[in-house]
């Protein structure tokens, strides 16, 4: 296999342990709250990824994968390509049923593999997160906002008429299915953590003060999960 690096171009190290948000904004929040220093680490293709000193002295990478489970799918090949080796998503997710509340934290057990990369990589059924990351994970997971475990499915699309693949899941999101199922081909532990910052069933979604406010709970919950 081609040990290329084509998409992500490095400025710094990355770091064994990294986070994995979706949205380049969210990276440099988490990188800013949970680090010293922060250096970019990539801005190719809008993708932010920063590395710093987390409070622990090590470092901690916290890497943009943009949407999707394909930009994932890329971001998390190189990442390990250059020598990750413990991942934790760090998202959004849209709450399944009347379980979950916005703002609240979502652990994912398993991620249903319900998108093409997933199933392109040869996933099918549920994919296990990393046992060690989702025990870090849970015993990580604040009183408030409230945590729950359990399974998340992973699609293509966000504004889906009618969410149709649900398999039980309590949210739903779109990038922790690839994020596994790349990790699995290496043999790298990965795990998610997530806030749900929309009720699918009402259209209700989260405000933005208060989205900022969970971020901070889903970054000081991975980063511990992978520290």
């Known amino acids: 296999m081609s040990r290329q690096i084509i998409h992500l171009r490095p400025n710094a190290d990355v770091a064994e342990r990294v986070l994995l948000p979706g949205d380049p904004g969210r990276a440099l929040r988490l990188a800013q709250l949970l680090t010293g220093k922060p250096r970019m680490f990539n801005h190719n293709r809008g993708l932010w990824g920063y590395t710093g000193t987390a409070a622990d002295g ?119 299915a690839a994020i596994f199922a790349v990790a699995a081909r290496h043999g790298v532990p990965a795990a998610c953590v997530l806030t749900v910052s929309d009720i699918v069933a009402t259209g209700e979604r989260i405000g933005a003060d208060e989205l900022i406010a969970a971020e901070e709970a889903l970054g000081r919950a991975g980063a511990a999960a992978v520290a």
């Open 58 to 176: 090590e470092l901690l990478t916290v890497q943009a994968t943009g949407i999707g489970g394909p930009s994932a799918a890329i971001v998390t090949e190189e990442l390990i390509r250059l020598g990750a080796r413990r991942l934790v998503r760090v998202g959004t997710c849209g709450a399944l049923g009347d379980r979950l509340r916005l703002g609240d934290l979502v652990i994912a057990e398993h991620a249903v593999a319900a998108d093409g990369a997933s199933r392109a990589l040869g996933a099918s059924g549920a994919l296990p997160a990393d046992a060690t990351l989702l025990a870090r994970l849970r015993a990580a997971a604040p009183a408030a906002p409230a945590a729950h475990a359990g399974t998340v499915v992973s699609v293509d699309l966000f504004y889906d008429p009618g969410p149709a693949h649900r398999d039980g899941a309590l949210a739903i999101e779109m990038e922790a």
